[in-house]
């Protein structure tokens, strides 16, 4: 899905031939909002775990403006790596006791984005727009399905995708320059039973807010 993301951006790169297409370049620069839940259950046992935390987020974003109201854009997100401190249960050699201790596991995620901005201008210099498309989401280490299951190893790396939307307004500075401010949303799940000393179901939710600085130049 991230070859088809990133091709269907491509595909609109022939319409800038038209006279009055412009290319947009931004930066992006802000806070994230990490709520996450997991949860791991099987007949013997539940075990869930949450948090809320925020974490850096940066992004670069190029986007194709066909009309004053109108521009198709792709980008890429770093969301930040949140620290959940989970507890490790490893049992001893016998069997009959237990070793428990708490282990600190990053939630790491980044996105990338294909979808449209439409834009109305309030005043002179000044516009409020809005986002919507497709965000393909990727963890670069474990899920949070770690925190609920810490002895999970199959976990890692997995990615998806799920709608984003967001709300925001442009200033302009100059003729090519803008500044922004930009507050955006898109939620990463997953849920998959599986085998190992038993039958277990696994599912988690990680909902990602960025509240962001824009700083864009058009060509």
């Known amino acids: 899905m991230k070859k088809i993301i990133i091709g269907g951006a491509l595909c609109v790169l022939p319409l800038f031939s038209h006279a009055e297409t412009k290319i947009i370049t931004e930066v992006l620069i802000g806070k994230s909002s990490n709520d996450i839940y997991s949860l791991t259950e099987s007949e013997s046992a539940k075990k869930h775990y949450s948090s809320k935390q925020n974490t850096n ?7 194709l403006n066909f009309t004053d109201y109108l521009t198709v854009e792709l980008s890429k997100h770093k969301h930040g790596s949140s620290d959940n401190i989970a507890t ?3 049992p001893e050699q016998h ?3 237990e070793h428990r201790f708490e282990a600190e596991i990053p939630i790491d995620i980044e996105s990338i984005r294909f979808g449209v901005k439409g834009e109305l201008e309030l005043f002179d210099d000044f516009s409020v ?8 989401w990727n963890y ?7 925190l609920s299951h810490p ?4 976990d890692i790396g997995k990615s998806g995708n799920a709608p984003y939307a967001s709300l925001g307004f442009d200033y302009k500075l100059t003729k090519n320059l803008y500044v922004g401010l930009e507050y955006s949303l898109f939620k990463a799940k997953d849920k998959a039973e599986v085998t190992d000393l ?5 599912s988690y939710e ?3 807010k960025d509240l962001l600085l824009v700083v864009g130049w058009k060509f």
């Open 57 to 63: 987020s940066t992004g670069f974003r190029v986007g």
């Open 88 to 90: 490790v249960i490893m």
């Open 95 to 97: 069997g009959f006791l």
């Open 129 to 136: 727009n809005g986002r919507f498309g497709l965000a393909h």
């Open 140 to 146: 670069t280490g474990s899920t949070p399905l770690k």
């Open 151 to 154: 002895s999970s190893h199959y």
């Open 198 to 202: 038993g039958v277990a179901t696994h």
């Open 206 to 208: 990680h909902k990602v």
